[in-house]
């Protein structure tokens, strides 16, 4: 439900009001059946088995009530403010703290509506401040149970289910929290807007500063515990950054036309602080013989860092190797370099050339930095396809650096222990040699149309057939150590609500061309 009052209380001064009411209940049932043990290979029906199938049906309610308001105002066409309030109530928080309020104020003044620039046709300056808040995933407050006939839980073990002819619940593996607070995030944000020369040249500047407090997580837990996980408010997330964008038409002639847009972003994400007991926050992560590669939160470092297990090296820094030449795993605690997922920043460049009918346009976008883990360059290594691989051409060679352990503890260069199995070698690399730069510079589409001129249309229905060839994703240059994958292609590990953390390219296909055409008529 919405209420809406706009009045004109002068001829300078006028006031727009909006109240609103908003529910929302959702609700989703599932069922799943499967047939674990199919009697005639290749007809897949529930009925063709040789047991009886497992269905699991599932429930999920949640329900959301707001109030909001918004009170907007103009004055003279110059300044205008605008202010809302919201107020939820959830059903996912805890009965006695489901409520939540946040806010916003936003407000901007036209310069050029009070004084004459010259070549300056427009200049806004603006600034906002804003609360948003969020609640938690269904039954987050509370150990939930299912009862359900576990596919995963085969007739031979004793907590099969049914037991004895009773059906039985099972314990989720998270353990819920009666006290979770809603998330809130605050923050602030200037900009300023020019335009000059008639509009040929328009260029706009935002700053931002965003808190996002009492984030929602599930936070691993020892399995000791009989849970994987805890949903707790982790902490606080800081994001802040810029963003440039310049718009402008250097050319412009009866015949010819060039318009260009350029964009800049640049962004720091930084944990402020985690819960109490909490040092950092497991984002995501896997290990494979004898290592691990993982994406963490910690206070006071870029978002996302990565973390892996080391080599063991003496107190110079050298590597040890073991009799057989090869570098040995350090198990007792993993490091991080200070590699973490983040660009230092991204561009894009966008440009349109118009000759009469024809028009070529191209778009080319570009990050810097940040880093991702590529399963692809590892799959590539373990049989011996990756550059790495052909190392000394694959003669024995001795680990450069490497020392020997003695038996009393110290350490002498290694001069003669020469790894004479590249297969055991390569096998056993740690992971952190497959992290690679994110960076690229991709030419991520292009094309070009022709506009059938009025001449062949005027005795047509249509004003106007536009005929284009397009091509996506036709270039990308990566750094020289990158041959592997597309930087874009880092899908993530799945964290929070419904997000994701990029820096993970799980071996995908890889990205390729398109190319295509296209026909726009209008009437």
Do not use: C
């Amino acid at each position: 439900a919405i209420t809406t009052f706009n009045k004109e209380m002068s001829e300078d001064l006028n006031l727009s009001v909006i109240l609103g009411l908003n529910v929302r209940d959702g609700k989703s049932e599932s069922t799943i059946a499967m047939q674990p043990n199919l009697g005639i290979g290749g007809f897949r029906s529930l009925n063709n088995g040789l047991v009886q199938p497992v269905v699991a049906q599932g429930f999920a309610q949640r329900r959301l009530v707001g109030v909001y308001s918004q009170v907007a105002l103009g004055y003279k066409g110059a300044y205008h403010l605008e202010l809302q309030g919201r107020n939820d109530w959830s059903s996912t928080l805890p009965v006695d703290n489901n409520s939540f309020f946040y806010w916003s104020a936003a407000g901007n003044v036209i310069i050029s509506e009070l004084v004459d620039l010259g070549p300056v046709s427009f200049l806004k300056a603006s600034l906002s401040y804003a609360q948003v808040g969020n609640d938690a995933p269904a039954y987050s407050t509370g150990n939930a149970f299912s009862v359900t006939l576990d596919p995963n839980i085969n007739s031979q073990r004793a907590a099969a289910f049914p037991f004895g002819g009773f059906t039985g619940a099972r314990a989720a593996n998270t353990v819920g929290n009666s006290t979770l607070k809603p998330e809130k995030t605050s923050g602030y944000e200037l900009g300023i807007e020019v335009g000059a020369l008639n509009e040929r040249i328009n260029f706009a500047l935002s700053y931002y500063n965003q808190l996002s407090a009492d984030q929602i997580q599930n936070v691993t837990v020892p399995g000791t515990t009989g849970f994987t996980s805890r949903t707790l408010n982790a902490g606080s997330i800081r994001n802040k950054g810029l963003e440039m964008t310049l718009t402008g038409v250097p050319i412009e002639t009866d015949d010819f036309t060039w318009k260009a847009i350029v964009n800049f972003t640049k962004n720091s994400k930084t944990i402020e602080e985690l819960a109490p007991g909490l040092k950092e926050l497991p984002l995501g992560g896997f290990s494979s013989g004898g290592a691990s590669m993982s994406i963490i939160g910690v206070p006071g470092s870029p978002f996302g860092l990565f973390q892996y297990t080391d080599y063991i090296k003496d107190p110079n820094g050298n590597l040890v190797v073991d009799p057989n030449g090869r570098p040995q795993f350090n198990t007792d605690e993993n490091v991080s370099d200070g590699r973490s997922i983040q660009p230092d920043y991204t561009m894009a460049f966008l440009s349109t050339l118009t000759y009469k009918n024809f028009s070529l346009s191209f778009n080319f976008q570009t990050q810097n930095g940040g880093y991702f883990f590529s399963q692809t360059y590892a799959e590539l290594t373990t049989p011996g396809k990756s550059l790495i691989t052909a190392y000394n051409y694959r003669s024995p060679w001795i680990v450069p650096g490497s020392v020997l352990e003695n038996a009393d503890g110290t350490f002498s260069p290694n001069t003669s222990v020469f790894v004479t199995d590249p297969n055991q070698y390569w096998n056993n690399q740690g992971l952190e040699e497959f992290l690679l730069s994110a960076s690229y510079i991709k030419l991520r589409e292009m094309t070009l149309s022709y506009n059938l001129p009025m001449s062949i249309l005027k005795s047509t229905p249509f004003r106007s057939i536009v005929v284009s060839a397009v091509g996506s994703n036709l270039f990308l240059w990566t750094p020289k150590e990158n041959v592997y994958a597309d930087p874009e292609q880092s899908l993530g590990f799945g964290i929070g609500q419904g997000s994701s953390v990029p820096g993970y390219e799980y071996a995908v296909i890889p990205s390729f061309r398109s190319y295509g055409f296209s026909l726009r008529a209008t009437l």
